[in-house]
């Protein structure tokens, strides 16, 4: 491929990384007030960078490119933000809006009220955790994507034991060991594949690599180590216990972003930099891995006495579907198949991010009224707070794929793709994995819906702007199936692995 | 020559590295691993490195400047780990008393 040559559009990308990431830096000196001020008012900046991207990105249909310092690749560092990266940037303003207005209730600073550790925490790794998703989706260079993948990391795993507790820093730890390990397993293959191309920019990487053995050995690598970090199964050990020990914010986004991050580079690694190997068989294992995460995560779903750990076990389950992209885009690239599957994964990531942002957000609110989050002691639920039960239904029907929500659009695409791939046994996948699915919500909702018996009933309490937060999130992820499909188009744009 | 048994010795220190990060249970001893891990990359991108050097140059500058960065990465990595079983050890400490 040509190399790239910068657009007038990628300054917007360009400043959706940087500007989050010096907010954090100048968050840092101002204490927790500030940092919360510096958060709040950056929201709606942030949020307009990601739309006039993704509106650039659609009405140019090329992706926008900048060139950092004005040199070009292999020499310089190039962002490319394609249809996939335009919809992630979106789809990350908005959940890091909801999840940053949401946390003022319970890491905001009342005026005259000392301020807190969590909160002087909590905001700057919120700002660090934004810049460091954008980067993952919009940068072009593997070692680029290395530092993000790092400072995705690193800004997560704070937020795991904000509240200090033994336990969570101990899921702490152990997500720590498992995501160094992933991203020093990907920095080898970076060396490999330097070694044997002499250039790190993916546009110009792709179409270049052969079947050789170096290439082969950075690939096993680099998808083991992004996997560690997606936690696909059976790398997912440390998923649970750390999204379901972090405050509800917190969960929200690492159970809706961070793990996204890794999936869309592994997307660049086998679409972008390995176009031209044949990898079928790979894909293969990458989307049976996912169907096992689909059955066995919704089946461990269903066993959970806890209502957090119910939702991260999901989480474990849906990250699955994302792989069932792989061998249907690959098996017949430059078809309308490959399209539709490239959707159907694109649609899952983003309806997956508000449905999973909802769902912690509204398991948190609940918790937080009644004290405890064991399922079987919910009875009596839907009278004292109906605003968050709503909201885990209607996240629950995107997860379960039932029309007319995102989540249908999405599980819809992948399974027509299948079958028209020829590889039906996909399909049945989703489909049992679909009703396992429904299994899980609906066990929390039978309880919820009883009436109390033995449950001392918490003070009614109006709905606040938390539950019509958490509310607004959940009808979004069920409105992204209202969206005409052909819009979807804009993820198409700039996807790589095509044929020139 | 010089730059092959190098790049063995780093792909040696890696499997030393990855072996001990699955099989520790201790996690000092699991964060010195990672540490001998990622010295083991920088070892066979400065290998790479070395192979790469042409047009007058003795060795390839991008990878020195990869190395550099990861380098820092590798340190602060090290110290949130540590500062983690710092935190656990300390834990354990209060509830004995």
Not at chain 1, 18 to 37: H, I, N
Not at chain 1, 87 to 95: D, G, Q, S
Not at chain 1, 198 to 218: C, H, K, M, Q
Request: net charge positive.
């Amino acid at each position: 491929m040509p190399p790239l040559a910068a657009t007038g559009s990628g300054l917007l990308p360009m400043l959706a990384v940087v500007l989050p990431v010096l907010a954090m830096v100048v968050a840092l000196p101002l204490g927790a007030r500030g940092a919360e001020r510096m958060t709040i008012a950056l929201l709606l900046p942030g949020f307009l960078l990601a739309l006039g991207t993704a509106i650039a990105v659609q009405s140019s249909g090329a992706p926008a490119i900048h060139l950092l310092g004005h040199w070009s690749p292999p020499l310089g560092l190039a962002f490319r933000a394609d249809g996939l990266a335009a919809a992630m940037l979106l789809a990350a303003a908005i959940v890091i809006a909801a999840v940053a207005l949401f946390a003022r209730g319970g890491f905001g600073v009342r005026s005259g009220a000392p301020e807190t550790r969590t909160a002087f925490a909590f905001w700057p790794l919120l700002l660090a955790l934004w810049g460091g998703i954008n980067l993952a989706v919009v940068a072009n260079d593997l070692f680029t994507l290395y530092v993000a993948l790092e400072l995705l990391t690193f800004a997560a795993m704070p937020l795991v034991c904000l509240e200090g507790k033994r336990e969570t820093i101990e899921a702490a730890l152990r997500y720590l060991m498992f995501a160094l390990l992933g991203s020093v397993l990907y920095l080898l293959g970076v060396a490999l594949i330097y070694g044997s191309a002499g250039t790190l920019d993916i546009t110009l990487l792709s179409g270049r690599l052969g079947l050789e053995a170096p290439v082969i050995v950075a690939a096993a690598l680099m998808t083991a180590g992004l996997l560690a970090k997606t936690a696909l199964l059976p790398l997912h050990l440390w998923l649970p216990s750390a999204h379901a020990g972090a405050p509800a914010a917190a969960s929200a986004v690492l159970s809706a972003l961070v793990v996204k991050g890794s999936f869309v580079i592994l997307v660049r690694l086998w679409f972008g930099v390995l176009a031209a190997t044949p990898s079928l068989p790979a894909m293969q294992i990458l989307a049976g891995l996912g169907a096992a995460a689909i059955l066995l995560g919704s089946a461990a779903a269903l066993a959970q006495p806890r209502l957090k750990l119910l939702v991260a076990y999901s989480t474990v389950a849906q990250i699955g579907y994302l792989f069932l992209m792989f061998p249907l885009v690959a098996g017949m690239p430059d078809s309308e198949t490959a399209a539709k599957a490239w959707t159907g994964g694109s649609v899952q990531a983003i309806s997956h991010a508000f449905a999973k942002a909802a769902m912690f957000l509204a398991v948190g609110l609940m918790a937080a009224r009644v004290g405890h989050d064991r399922i079987a002691d919910l009875a009596g639920t839907a009278r004292h707070m109906p605003v968050p039960l709503l909201t885990f239904g209607l996240a629950g029907l995107t997860l379960m794929g039932v029309p007319p929500s995102g989540g249908f659009a999405a599980k819809w695409l992948l399974l027509s793709a299948a079958i028209e791939a020829g590889q039906w046994w996909w399909a049945l996948v989703v489909l049992g994995g679909g009703l396992l699915t429904g299994g899980y919500v609906y066990r929390v909702l039978s309880v919820s819906l009883t009436s109390s018996g033995a449950l001392a009933p918490p003070a009614p309490q109006p709905p606040g702007t938390p539950d019509a937060i958490a509310l607004g999130l959940a009808v979004l992820s069920v409105a992204l199936g209202f969206v005409p499909l052909a819009s979807f188009g804009l993820v198409q744009v700039g996807r790589m692995g095509l044929a020139p | 020559m010089s730059a092959t048994l190098f790049g063995l010795l780093g792909a040696a220190l890696v499997g030393i590295g990855l072996f001990g990060m699955l099989v520790g249970t201790q996690p000092l001893m699991r964060i010195v691993c990672f540490n001998l891990l990622g010295s083991g990359v920088f070892l066979v991108f400065g290998a790479v490195a070395r192979r790469g050097g042409g047009a007058g140059f003795a060795a390839d500058p991008v990878p020195q400047a990869v190395i550099l960065t990861g380098l820092v990465v590798a340190f602060a990595a090290t110290t949130l780990a540590v500062a983690l079983v710092l935190r656990l050890a300390g834990n354990e400490d209060e509830d004995r008393h």
